[in-house]
């Protein structure tokens, strides 16, 4: 998912943001449960497909950067909550936004599809 070894403050707030989106159901891990919990709900035939939802290897493009643009300022008023202030909440964003712009950055997310029948 998301590790800025390079930039601990980035990787802290990352932590309090996520933390501060948990009471909402916002769960970045989610896809890994699926499996589970189709299994636990009885579901027979289980079948997993994972693929990559967004994947950037070194900066970002244009498109994917206004994309998380767009994002972060519809987040932004959650993240104020959270962080406290619309100067954290702003500086959050420009920092996050300049990790997708470095040539050293890898950053994915995974999408999980999982089926099953009912037996």
Known sequence: MWHYPEDSDL???LEKVLGGLAPTGFDPFVGRKLFHFCYEAGLAELNVRVDPYHLYAGEINGRDLDLWRLKLEIAKPRLLEI???EAAATEYIR????????PDTLTYSCM???TGTKP
Request: proline residues 0%; charged residues 20%; without cysteine.
């Open 83 to 85: 962080l406290g202030s």
């Open 112 to 114: 999980f599809t999982v």
């Open 95 to 102: 920092r996050f936004l300049r990790f997708l712009q470095r």
């Open 11 to 13: 990787q802290g707030t």
